[in-house]
């Protein structure tokens, strides 16, 4: 096994307090959140209260002003934990980020210092039923109206959708200037005519709270606005490399997880309970699995030290996302057939994580998107090789 030389003594004290928090607070519970749909608003303000949200937001705006690796830690200690209620990583890694680095000094100062606690939670709104990977096309309308915009619209598949205190909502304020006329604003969810719908069934992330929002004629301020009118796509596009590396993150981790968990349950096996070619089958698929998942590790923790520097290309984020999460659904796939009849019951860790991967694939751009980004550039680039 490759050693991992990102992480400081600091970073793994980090890592050893996120693992606590995890299993005094989290795991105990987490089953039943899955039940009811969302976890406790409680839970966030214990989150922030233990430092574990937002580590990377500056100190004057209410944050400890650490660096990235923290958040990093976090995400691998809930992926390993099997956590995926708590949408922890849509509001640290999205929409903090997103006003960290292109809100006003008063957006900055008047929502991260609560989020940075986790009395604040905040959602992204950008899929719409006809516009998912394709922000260019969405149709929710904020039409400038004096010092305001009114906005009208629907999103759909939006994590935090109920807790939500304010939404990061991907607008279009020029209907005909393509990616130039989309834009974005703090919609906070008082707001009249912000209307939280129905909470969505999944296949997998069942306790995380994912909803449908509605907004009918909701009057937000100019000042709401984040980065200038027609500036959300490039925004949004700027960011996407760090939301693509959190997809890898959680998936790298996961997969470790998954394939410890299953050599654990084939050394509880009697020798006696199989024959040797089967055991020398399972050996062949873990060696090959093993393989992958280090492969996975060494490109995803390129790609993080990548993002420290500021060096992390759209083309990588796209490719490691691709890789990783393509990666974590063959392992849960095929180390779920160690389990059994048992791996398939929602009440094991290898059922439930079976069920999770899968928007691995979908969420950040789907793996379709990934490919298209790749192979443009690869056309691309042979064309401009002379």
Not at 71 to 85: I, K, Q, S
Request: with cysteine; charged share 25%; net charge neutral.
């Amino acid at each position: 096994m490759f050693k991992r030389d990102l992480f400081s003594q600091q970073h793994e004290a980090f890592r050893a307090h996120a693992r606590r928090f995890i299993a005094q607070r989290i795991t105990p519970f987490h089953r039943a959140w899955e039940e009811a749909g969302e976890v406790p608003r409680e839970v966030w303000a214990a989150a922030g209260e233990a430092g574990l949200l937002c580590c990377s937001v500056p100190v004057e705006y209410g944050g400890p002003g650490l660096d990235y690796l923290h958040n990093v830690v976090f995400y691998e200690e809930l992926g390993r934990a099997g956590v995926t209620a708590p949408g922890f990583m849509i509001h640290v890694d999205m929409v903090s980020s997103y006003l960290t680095v292109f809100g006003s000094e008063e957006q900055k100062k008047r929502w991260l210092p609560g989020m940075v606690r986790g009395q604040i939670i905040g959602a992204l709104g950008i899929t719409e039923p006809h516009a998912g990977s394709d922000v260019k096309a969405i149709r929710t309308r904020a039409v400038r109206d004096g010092d305001d915009y009114i906005i009208d619209g629907q999103k759909t598949f939006i994590s935090n959708g109920r807790l939500c205190d304010f939404v990061m909502l991907a607008t279009k304020t020029d209907s005909g200037a393509g990616a130039h006329g989309v834009s974005l604003f703090v919609v906070e969810a008082t707001r009249a005519g912000f209307i939280k719908g129905r909470k969505l069934p999944k296949l997998g992330l069942r306790g995380q709270d994912t909803s449908e929002l509605f907004f009918e004629g909701v009057r937000v301020p100019a000042g709401n606005l984040v980065g200038g009118e027609g500036r959300g796509f490039k925004v949004m596009m700027h960011k996407l490399a760090q939301e693509r590396l959190a997809q890898a993150i959680r998936s790298t981790a996961v997969c470790e997880a998954v394939i410890g968990w299953t050599i654990e349950r084939l050394a509880q096996q009697t020798l006696e309970e199989e024959s040797a070619g089967e055991r020398q089958s399972a050996q062949f698929t873990l060696a090959e699995l093993q393989t992958d998942i280090v492969v996975a590790r060494v490109m995803t923790d390129r790609c993080i030290e990548q993002f420290i520097a500021d060096q992390l290309s759209d083309i990588d984020a796209a490719m490691v996302k691709m890789y990783v999460t393509n990666l974590h659904c063959r392992v849960v796939d095929e180390c779920l057939q160690f389990f059994g009849e048992q791996g398939y019951s929602l009440d094991s860790a290898i059922g439930r994580a079976y069920a999770d991967a899968r928007i691995g694939k979908i969420a950040g751009g789907a793996i379709e998107v990934m490919k298209h980004l790749i192979g443009r550039d690869l056309v691309a680039g042979r064309k401009a090789t002379p």
